[in-house]
């Protein structure tokens, strides 16, 4: 199967085009067009250049990190920009390619549904309110041309990923070893997360189930509290937990992204995969935190 990918240099890019390749895909990476001198946002043409553009599979993960930063006007006009206008000039190229890809797999994110509190929430639940639920919106919407043109759209509505070689988890593990880890907020907040072996899992049974289009949440069958995931990783790490970062020194800090990231509550369950039948393996939130705080040298690469 040829599959081209954006984002491949990020975590779970990383991840997925190792683990596609073991599994027999032929991977060709988009990068994004630094120097605009075509005025485009992606390199198309190193891939005409290189080979006939017919692929089986698109799966399109890049975009501005939004848990970098304070999230100014400018910051927050990037995170927007890089979603939508590079998922539509991604469109825009495959809607002129003469074979289309199977599948069109985006990327997009739980924030969807904004803050919930502990309502359970599915693929089926309403937009909620917010910017990250704006971006969600308006990245999803612009994957819907292709389903128009009978390529199956599937939009990737990820969690916290947690994995033993980056991303959010180890922003928070030198804190917690310098014994300063604890709760945020009240620690009432839920939390989806999925861990990177489960997610590269998905995105493969996803490619192969052509039932499955549409949202579908990339999360855990076990949502976390933030004070369940505080206690989790204090565990793994053997560190205490009893420093506490009341609301509003959190408001204080990290401005709007607070609100809507580190005191938001997203109880998302991953409906559409259960009832599709995908076996997750990664349900304990202790096991998976225990193995992703051992030294890199002594995983085993998902």
């Not at 006009?77 to 979603?83: A, P, Q, T």
């Not at 289309?100 to 509190?117: D, M, N, Q």
């Not at 933030?226 to 509003?248: I, V």
Request: glycine share 8%; hydrophobic share 40%; aromatic share 8%.
């Amino acid at each position: 199967m040829k599959t081209l990918i954006t984002g491949s240099s990020g975590l779970v890019g990383n991840a997925l085009v190792a683990s596609l390749f073991k599994n027999g895909h032929s991977i060709q990476s988009l990068r994004r067009n630094i120097t605009d001198e075509h005025g485009n946002f992606w390199l198309t043409q190193s891939i005409e250049s290189a080979n006939s553009p017919d692929f089986n599979a698109v799966i399109h993960l890049a975009g501005e990190n939004v848990a970098q930063g304070r999230w100014t006007s400018a910051k927050k006009r990037l995170i927007l920009s890089s979603r939508v206008n590079g998922t539509r000039e991604l469109v825009d190229y495959i809607s002129h390619l003469t074979s289309k890809p199977k599948v069109f797999l985006c990327a997009s994110a739980v924030g969807y549904y904004g803050s919930r509190s502990d309502e359970i929430l599915d693929e089926g639940s309403s937009l909620g309110e917010g910017f990250l639920a704006e971006v969600c919106d308006q990245w999803e919407k612009e994957t819907r041309r292709l389903a128009s043109m009978g390529v199956r759209v599937v939009n990737l509505r990820f969690g916290m990923v947690l994995s033993p070689k980056g991303g959010a988890l180890h922003k928070m593990i030198p804190p917690f070893k310098a014994g300063l880890g604890g709760i945020i907020g009240g620690g009432n907040q839920y939390i989806s997360w999925i861990s990177i072996s489960d997610l590269v899992d998905i995105v493969e049974f996803i490619i192969k189930n052509d039932t499955i289009k549409g949202p579908v949440n990339i999360v855990s069958p076990t949502p976390a509290t933030n004070k369940s995931l505080t206690q989790s990783l204090g565990k793994a790490l053997n560190r205490p937990t009893f420093f506490r970062l009341p609301s509003l020194l959190v408001k204080t800090i990290f401005g709007q992204m607070a609100d809507e990231m580190l005191l938001s509550s997203t109880r998302a369950i991953p409906k559409v995969l259960l009832d599709a039948g995908y076996e997750f393996k990664d349900q304990s939130l202790d096991a998976t935190l225990q193995y992703c705080t051992q030294p890199v040298s002594k995983t085993i690469t998902p």
